[in-house]
């Protein structure tokens, strides 16, 4: 890192999900290492701090709701003085949505913020299919106006992290005890994901019934799939894992596989980083956790429904293998996709992954 000039402290702008956010911190190690200090990070949603927890990249994080006015919320003055107190330190605005991107604006505005320390996402041409991290690294390479690109040279990108999220000490000790106390420490863990934000929203049980959720595989074939992997891997614990509002859908795929060694775990996203970490492999539909758990190197199957793996496709740090089943152009739903299929996907990523297992006991 050439730093020519006094470090400076970025602030980033992005409004959007989970896995969005997880992207988003290839985007922070490139900013950090460019000018110098650790990034301040606004977004939405109670959880966005803790997908940030022993970031090195990340000073602080505020978040807001998506559809309350921000002026009314406490973190407002605080972003507001923070933007004021870190001039002439660009910022970074990554969202594009139409309904956020003018909230973003107007905070900056009543900020009084110069509109030359700011570069925005949605400035640029997307002439081309382009997966989100790239795209999130290509603007940490502009400069804004009010800064010379000479002084803050742009890392080489070789030297720049792919997505990665952090787990710390403590966690990885309780999660250890937790694993210990359930008598899976010397198992395999798998963790199944089969829900997205549409199986534990308010609506989940009318996307359910229409058929519309384009993600939704049905039940009967994660109860196959995990019967296939017990029967391949049958020292292996097997965990369905989703939100507290998810547990009544993933007991249904517990009692339909009638598997010995498969369990049902309802963790926050703190517990959730803690166990993908021990994990000998993640299968997800497209969501989230998914991108959590390449952000954390851990072999990863992701199984798609409209959206493009070509854009949404998890990225890990360290090269750990991630594969999608389905997704344009060769299907728009994820009940176009079979048993057979996402079976083979979880041993090509199994059999590409280091042959050591990789258990708490190994990383603790």
Request: overall charge positive.
């Amino acid at each position: 890192m050439s730093i020519l000039h006094k470090p400076l402290t970025p602030t980033v702008f992005f409004f959007c999900r989970l896995g969005d956010m997880v992207m988003l911190t290839s985007l922070l190690n490139l900013l950090h290492k460019r000018f110098g200090s650790a990034v301040q990070v606004v977004g939405t949603g109670s959880w966005t701090s803790a997908i940030y927890e022993g970031n090195p990249d990340v000073r602080r994080v505020w978040s807001f709701h998506r559809h309350l006015p921000f002026v009314f919320e406490r973190s407002w003055p605080q972003v507001r003085r923070a933007l004021r107190e870190t001039h002439p330190a660009p910022i970074y605005v990554c969202e594009r949505h139409y309904r956020q991107l003018p909230r973003i604006r107007r905070m900056l505005k009543w900020s009084g913020i110069d509109p030359a320390r700011c570069v925005f996402l949605s400035d640029e041409a997307n002439t081309a299919p382009e997966h989100l991290v790239d795209r999130l690294r290509r603007q940490g390479t502009r400069t804004p106006p009010a800064l010379r690109a000479a002084d803050y040279p742009v890392p080489a990108a070789a030297s720049v992290i792919g997505p990665r999220l952090y787990v710390t000490p403590l966690e990885r000790q309780r999660c250890k005890e937790w694993l210990l106390a359930q008598g899976w420490s010397r198992r395999d863990l798998i963790i199944v994901q089969p829900g997205n934000h549409r199986s534990m929203g308010p609506r989940r049980d009318r996307w359910r019934r229409l058929n519309t959720d384009d993600k939704w595989w049905p039940l009967e074939r994660w109860a196959a799939l995990l019967q296939r992997i017990h029967g391949h891997h049958d020292n292996a614990q097997i965990l369905l894992r989703g939100s507290a509002e998810e547990v009544p859908m993933l007991e249904e795929i517990r009692a339909a596989a009638a598997l010995p060694r498969l369990a049902v775990v309802g963790t926050d996203l703190r517990r959730l980083f803690a166990l993908c970490e021990a994990a000998h492999s993640v299968i997800s539909v497209d969501t989230g956790p998914a991108h959590a758990a390449a952000a954390l190197s851990v072999p990863l199957v992701v199984l798609y429904g409209a959206e493009s793996p070509s854009y949404w496709l998890p990225r890990s740090p360290y090269g750990s293998p991630v594969v999608s089943v389905g997704g344009p152009p060769v299907s728009s739903r994820a009940d176009q996709v079979s048993v057979d299929d996402m079976f083979a996907a979880w041993r090509m990523v199994t059999t590409q992954a280091k042959p050591e297992p990789r258990r708490l006991s190994e990383t603790a």
